[in-house]
C-alpha cells in the first residue's frame, strides 16, 4: 500500500514536471524571434545592422529621421508602449521664434516580453542651430529632435537623427549676436559676455557638466567663468556643441553639474 502511495506521487510529480516545461515552451513561443545573424546590441557591428533595417526614403545623407526611427525602433526593440514630452520650456521671446527646450521619453515594451524600459534626451532650438524653415515652430522641433534623440539612444545607433543637423555655424552666430549685444565690433580679447556665460551654464546643465571644471579643462586655469576672454569662450561653446552633437565624448571627470558654480 505505501510502495502505491509513493508510486502515486512520483507519478504526480512528472506530470506537473511535464507542465512546468509545457508552460516554459509556451512563454518561450510568445517571445519574438530573433533574426538569424542578429548581433548583439554592444557588438562593433549593432550599428550598421540597425541602419540596414532603414530604407531609402528613411534617411537623408545616411541619418534617419525620425519616423523612420520610430518605425525600426519597434522592429528591433519591441512596442513603444508610451511616447512623449515629459517637460516643455517654451519660448520666451516675444519679438522672434526664441529658444525653446523639450524633454522627451520613450518606454518600450522591451522585445515584447512584458519588460518595460524607457529611455529620454533632450534637445533646444533656437535661431543659431535650426534652419529657417523650422525654428519658426522651436517647440515642435525640439520635441521631435528630443525624440530622435531618445531613440536613437535605444537603439544605440552611432550616427545622428536628421532632425538634429543644422547648416548654420553656430559658434559664428553666437559671435555675431554677442557683437550686436554689446553694440560694437567683435574684440577677442574682450571679457566673457553675460549670453556667453548664460549659454555655457545652460548647456552643462543639460549635458550634466562640472562648469567649472569644464572651463578649466585647457592649459590655463580660472578662478571665476567671469575671467575667461571671449574669444576662449567662443571655443568653449564650440566644444559644448561637440559634446552635445556627440562628436566628442564628455570626460567622466567634468560630470556633475552644480547649479552654485558661479558663487
Known amino acids: 500500500m505505501e510502495n ?22 509556451e512563454i518561450a513561443d510568445e517571445e519574438p524571434s530573433m533574426e538569424e545573424g542578429r548581433p548583439s546590441m554592444t557588438s562593433p557591428e549593432w550599428n550598421d545592422y540597425a541602419i540596414s533595417h532603414f530604407h531609402d526614403n528613411e534617411l537623408i545623407d545616411g541619418n534617419p529621421i525620425c519616423a523612420g526611427l520610430r518605425r525600426v525602433a519597434e522592429v528591433l526593440l519591441g ?7 515629459t517637460e516643455v520650456f517654451p ?19 522591451w522585445l515584447n516580453t512584458g519588460i518595460i524600459k524607457s529611455f529620454s534626451d533632450v534637445a533646444d532650438v533656437w535661431h543659431g542651430n535650426t534652419d529657417d524653415l523650422f525654428c519658426a515652430h522651436p517647440v515642435a522641433t525640439a520635441s521631435t529632435r528630443a525624440e530622435g534623440r531618445a531613440l536613437r539612444k535605444a537603439l544605440k545607433l552611432r550616427v545622428l537623427a536628421a532632425e538634429e543637423l543644422a547648416k548654420k555655424d553656430i559658434v559664428e552666430i553666437v559671435q555675431q549676436s554677442v557683437a550686436k549685444v554689446t553694440d560694437g565690433e567683435y574684440n577677442p580679447d574682450d571679457r566673457i559676455t553675460s549670453q556667453q556665460v548664460q549659454f555655457i551654464d545652460k548647456r552643462c546643465a543639460m549635458l550634466n557638466i562640472d562648469a567649472n571644471q569644464f572651463i578649466n579643462l585647457g592649459e590655463k586655469t580660472y578662478r571665476s567663468i567671469n575671467d575667461v576672454k571671449r574669444d576662449c569662450a567662443k ?29
Open 4 to 25: 502505491q502511495t509513493v508510486e502515486s506521487m512520483q507519478g504526480q510529480l512528472e506530470l506537473f514536471e511535464m507542465a512546468d516545461e509545457e508552460l516554459f515552451e
Open 79 to 85: 512596442d513603444i508602449v508610451e511616447s512623449g514630452p
Open 91 to 109: 519660448a520666451t521671446d516675444g519679438d522672434g521664434p526664441g529658444r525653446a527646450t523639450v524633454v522627451y521619453k520613450v518606454s518600450f515594451n
Open 235 to 263: 571655443k568653449m561653446i564650440k566644444l559644448l556643441n561637440e559634446y552635445q552633437n556627440e562628436k566628442r565624448s564628455v570626460p567622466e571627470d567634468i560630470t556633475g553639474y552644480d547649479e552654485n558654480w558661479r558663487n
